[in-house]
C-alpha cells in the first residue's frame, strides 16, 4: 500500500517558536494534502490541507508548504503555543485515485510547546 | 461545523462477549463512513469503509467476522467487535466525509473516539 512518512516522532519547542512536520510521500496521483490535530483522548480534527496545484497555503498560525517534485509537504506552525500541544498527523488519499475520502495517515508527530 | 459523534465514549467488557459501537452524522448525510483503529502512541490505521445500502469494504488484515460492520441508515454506522478479547482493547474511531461550507468531498470529519478495554 503507498505510504506516507512523516517526521519527527516527537517535537519540542518553545513557545513563541517556529514548529515544523515534514511528510513525504509516494503516489504522484495524490490530490489531496491533510493535516490533522489530535489531542488526547480525541478524534482527529481536520487543521488545514492543500491541493498539489499550489505551493503553500496559510490559515492564522499554521502554513503547509507543498513541493511536488520532490513529493514532500510540511507543516508550519508559527508563534507556536502551549495549547498547540498534540499530535499531528499528514494524510493523503488511500489508493490512486480519491475512494471517497479514504485516507492514509502519516506515523504522527507527537509536539509539545514549553511556556 | 459537521459533527460526527460516537456511543460510548468508552466501554469496558468481559472477553468473550461483543460490543457496538455507534457512529453518527449529526448534520449532514454520509453514504460511506469509515472507521479506523488507533493504538496508543500510534497512527490511525483504517480497518474498513461502511457503505449505506451494501457490504463494507475491509482493509487487508482486518476479520470481518471479528468486526462486523453495519451502515443502517445515512448518519448511522455501527461498529460490533464479536467475541472480544485484550488484544481488540483499543481506540475506535469513525469519520465521514462531509461536502460543507469551507471544505471539499474529501474533508473527513472525525467522531470523538470509542475507548475500548477488554478484561
Known amino acids: 500500500q503507498q505510504q506516507v512518512k512523516q517526521s519527527p516522532q516527537s517535537l519540542i519547542v518553545q513557545k513563541g517558536g517556529i514548529s515544523i512536520i515534514n511528510c513525504a510521500y509516494e503516489?504522484?496521483?495524490?490530490?489531496?494534502f491533510p493535516w490533522y490535530q489530535q489531542f488526547p483522548g480525541k478524534g482527529p480534527a481536520l487543521l488545514i490541507a492543500i491541493r498539489p496545484d499550489v505551493s503553500e497555503k496559510k490559515e492564522g498560525r499554521f502554513t503547509i508548504s507543498f513541493n511536488k517534485s520532490a513529493k514532500q509537504f510540511s507543516l508550519h506552525i508559527m508563534d507556536s503555543q502551549p495549547g498547540d500541544s498534540a499530535t499531528y498527523f499528514c494524510a493523503a488519499p488511500a489508493g490512486y485515485y480519491n475512494q471517497g475520502g479514504k485516507l492514509i495517515f502519516g506515523q504522527g508527530t507527537e509536539l509539545s510547546v514549553k511556556p | 461545523g459537521a459533527v460526527v459523534s460516537q456511543h460510548p465514549s468508552r466501554v469496558i467488557c468481559k472477553s468473550g462477549t461483543s460490543v457496538k459501537i455507534e457512529c453518527r452524522s449529526l448534520?449532514?448525510?454520509?453514504?460511506?463512513m469509515f472507521w479506523y483503529r488507533q493504538f496508543p502512541k500510534k497512527s490511525l490505521m483504517l480497518m474498513a469503509t461502511?457503505?449505506?445500502?451494501?457490504?463494507?469494504?475491509?482493509e487487508q488484515g482486518v476479520e470481518k467476522d471479528k468486526f462486523l460492520i453495519n451502515h443502517a441508515s445515512l448518519t448511522l454506522s455501527t461498529l460490533t467487535v464479536t467475541s472480544a478479547h485484550p488484544e481488540d482493547s483499543s481506540f475506535y474511531i469513525c469519520?465521514?466525509?462531509?461536502?460543507?461550507?469551507?471544505?471539499?468531498?474529501?474533508?473527513?470529519?472525525f467522531g470523538p473516539g470509542t475507548r475500548l478495554l477488554v478484561l
Open positions: 503516489n504522484t496521483a495524490f490530490d489531496y
Open positions: 469519520s465521514a466525509p462531509g461536502n460543507l461550507a469551507g471544505g471539499t468531498s474529501e474533508t473527513q470529519y
Open positions: 448534520d449532514f448525510q454520509a453514504t460511506t
Open positions: 461502511s457503505n449505506e445500502g451494501s457490504k463494507a469494504t475491509y
